[in-house]
């Protein structure tokens, strides 16, 4: 993958997943987009959304630096093979994913599916979960656990929530990637 693949995945989930749900919201009699964002602002979205974020990452550098994740770490770690990648890079494609797929998932998908099903299908397409690769697929489970949570955050505090714990998460594990992958070079 080259860098300018990844800056142009990350621009289009910034703005072509919320848009898809904006324009979901425009013609459903069930579904309001704005709905998905609060009128107030509460810090303690904030703050769940920050601890979430940081426990999940925790976990999952913690699952990933166990030997026997070895293997899944190095697959993953591949994607970013030969890409010089940034600390300011890395947080803005996680703000990226944590925006757009926060909104499109959590905001309008869950809306109409619920949250684990939402969260098994975001495991799904991310291709986490694996016939071929039992360990690869312990991990799947463990992100549909963290994804569920994506959920439940958004649930039982907002939209904001979501999208922080979601960029947090990705910000620990870009850089745990791309420090094995350096380390394997």
Not at 27 to 53: E, K, M, N, R, V
Not at 56 to 63: D, E, F, T
Not at 114 to 136: R, T
């Amino acid at each position: 993958m080259k860098k300018i693949n990844l800056f142009a995945a990350s621009v289009v989930t910034l703005f072509v997943f919320p848009a898809v749900a904006f324009v979901v919201g425009h013609f459903s009699d069930s579904f309001d987009y704005f709905s998905i964002f609060p009128d107030t602002f509460d810090w303690s979205s904030i703050a769940a959304g920050l601890g979430f974020g940081l426990l999940a990452s925790g976990i999952g550098v913690l699952l990933l630096k166990a030997k026997i994740f070895k293997n899944v770490k190095s697959f993953y770690a591949q994607i970013f093979n030969d890409i010089e990648i940034s600390l300011p890079d890395i947080i803005f494609y996680s703000l990226c994913a944590g925006i757009g797929e926060e909104i499109f998932f959590r905001g309008m998908l869950q809306e109409f599916f619920g949250i684990w099903p939402i969260a098994i299908f975001f495991v799904l397409i991310h291709g986490y979960l694996s016939f071929k690769d039992w360990k690869k697929s312990i991990y799947g489970v463990f992100l549909i656990l963290i994804s569920a949570g994506f959920g439940y955050l958004y649930v039982y505090f907002d939209i904001y929530a979501a999208i922080l714990a979601h960029a947090i998460y990705d910000v620990f594990m870009f850089k745990l990637l791309l420090n094995s992958q350096s380390k394997d070079s």
